[in-house]
Nanobody, 129 residues
Framework: QVQLGESGGGLVQAGGSLRLSCAAS????????MGWFRQAPGKERVFVAA????????AYADSVKGRFTISRDNAKNTLYLQMNVLEPEDTAIYYC??????????????????????WGQGTQVTVSS
């Protein structure tokens, strides 16, 4: 059993920065990849960023490239999302997710919610204009 807990969400002005954290706990007996997704009111949950076990491979949604940075600290079992130059359009509930093992090749393996095994409860990010 694995539990994920997000933190770091809050209210920030447009152009500001925020750093989200996601701590994994429980029985994790394998390597795992992780990702961030977000869901705005009235919209579906969409991909934001993903990272491999080693941190050597990352991927981002076009809407956040150049502004967001995903990273991880495996010694702490923690995933991060550094969010810079925030825009009102970034307002959403942000979820971290864990996939046991590694992703297969191809973008659909890390951009689709169905490929992840565990999810956090989400943290609210609100960006004011």
């Amino acid at each position: 059993q694995v539990q994920l807990g997000e933190s770091g969400g809050g209210l920030v002005q447009a152009g500001g920065s925020l750093r989200l954290s996601c701590a994994a706990s429980g029985r994790i007996f394998s390597t795992y990849a992780m990702g961030w997704f977000r869901q705005a009111p009235g919209k579906e949950r969409v991909f934001v960023a993903a990272i491999s076990w080693s941190g050597g491979s990352t991927a981002y949604a076009d809407s956040v490239k150049g502004r967001f940075t995903i990273s991880r600290d495996n010694a702490k079992n923690t995933l991060y999302l550094q969010m810079n130059v925030l825009e009102p359009e970034d307002t959403a509930i942000y979820y971290c997710a864990l996939k046991r093992g590694a992703f297969d090749s191809g973008p659909y393996h890390y951009t689709s919610t169905v490929n992840y095994d565990y999810w956090g409860q989400g943290t609210q990010v609100t960006v004011s204009s």
